[in-house]
């Protein structure tokens, strides 16, 4: 499973080890930047990762910048994204099964790294229910289409 990864300056330090934490796991990651804690623009690498998850070159992305939000607001701009910002493995839960997120942002600044790593496990590991809930994912996706 391929993983693209990316933040801002304020999310740097966590994802340095949070790339180096899914690689230890077994993933594959791309790190997409930024390579240093220099002030940059988060929409940039919220583009560059969504990009690949929609195209199909990764199956998840994970974002962190201070909060998280801003990194899901850029991140859903894309079609096919279903960014979801996880504060704890609840979240994380709930967005893959009911949601079938397909991208995670964290919080660099207000989450600590040990519970930045359980919601990555639960994300990464838990499966979309379907069911009730593939309905209202296909009317998600449908927002993305221009009403005639």
Known sequence: MIISIASDHAGFEQKQLLAAYLEEKG???HDLGPDSDDRVDYPDFAAKVAHEVAGGV???GVLVCGTGIGMAVAANKINGIRAVNAINTQFAELCREHNDANIVTLSGR???VEENKRILDV???TDFGGGRHA???EKIMALETPSA
Do not use: K, Q
């Open 110 to 112: 207000f989450v600590d």
């Open 123 to 125: 994300f990464l590991s």
């Open 58 to 60: 990764a199956t998840y």
């Open 135 to 137: 309905g209202r994912v």
């Open 27 to 29: 993933y594959e990651v």
